[in-house]
Nanobody, 121 residues
Framework: QVQLVESGGGLVQPGGSLRLSCAAS????????MGWYRQAPGKQRESVAE???????RYADSVKGRFTISRDNAKNTVFLQTNSLRPEDTAVYFC???????????????WGQGIQVTVSS
């Protein structure tokens, strides 16, 4: 089994920063793309950023220039540095990863439990 655990969320004032982390653990053979999604109240879950195992990145237009995704392949961890935060960035942020497990079953997609980010004065 594979688990994704997010950390680093919280309450921040507009213009502030947070660094989100997501650590994958369990019977991991390899991890392909890792990413961050978010879901605000009353809205659909949306992709924020993703990063391939080789380090290629993609961002939603709404966060380009403000957010940076990175990963530590040795530690099976993905990060999201969020800067210049706005009230509209308030949401539950979810980690996502494509993982091949030692236990078989091929490549599967996993989600973390989500972490709250609130941007408010």
């Amino acid at each position: 089994q594979v688990q994704l655990v997010e950390s680093g969320g919280g309450l921040v004032q507009p213009g502030g920063s947070l660094r989100l982390s997501c650590a994958a653990s369990g019977s991991i053979l390899s991890i392909n793309t890792m990413g961050w999604y978010r879901q605000a109240p009353g809205k659909q879950r949306e992709s924020v950023a993703e990063i391939t195992v080789s380090g290629r990145t993609r961002y939603a237009d709404s966060v380009k220039g403000r957010f940076t995704i990175s990963r530590d392949n040795a530690k099976n961890t993905v990060f999201l540095q969020t800067n210049s935060l706005r009230p509209e960035d308030t949401a539950v942020y979810f980690c996502n990863a494509d993982v091949t497990s030692w236990s078989g079953g091929g490549l599967r997609n996993y989600w973390g439990q989500g972490i709250q980010v609130t941007v408010s004065s």
